[in-house]
Nanobody
Framework: QVQLVESGGGLVQAGGSLRLSCVASGSIVSINDMSWHRQAPGKQRELVARITNGGTPSYAESVKGRFTISRDNTKNTVYLQMNSLKPEDTAVYYC????????????????WGQGTQVTVSS
């Protein structure tokens, strides 16, 4: 199994910045893509940013130019630097990792963190 633990959420004023971190642990053989998703009250969970094992990022249109995803493969950690935050960025942010474990060496499964709250005040 893989455990994902997010940190770095909080309350910030519009225009401010936050940096989220997510550490993966467990019987990990390898991690493929890692990503950040968010879910606002009454809305569906949406993809915010994704990064491949090789470090290639992709972003939702709504965050392009403001958010930066990065990862440290030596630490099984993914980051999300969020700048120029807007009230509409308020949501619970979830980390996701596609990983192989000792119990599933040949198959990648998706694992989710518990989420961290980001609140942007106007």
């Amino acid at each position: 199994q893989v455990q994902l633990v997010e940190s770095g959420g909080g309350l910030v004023q519009a225009g401010g910045s936050l940096r989220l971190s997510c550490v993966a642990s467990g019987s990990i053989v390898s991690i493929n893509d890692m990503s950040w998703h968010r879910q606002a009250p009454g809305k569906q969970r949406e993809l915010v940013a994704r990064i491949t094992n090789g470090g290639t990022p992709s972003y939702a249109e709504s965050v392009k130019g403001r958010f930066t995803i990065s990862r440290d493969n030596t630490k099984n950690t993914v980051y999300l630097q969020m700048n120029s935050l807007k009230p509409e960025d308020t949501a619970v942010y979830y980390c996701n990792a596609r990983a192989r474990t000792l119990a599933s060496v040949n198959t990648y499964y998706n694992y989710w963190g518990q989420g961290t709250q980001v609140t942007v005040s106007s």
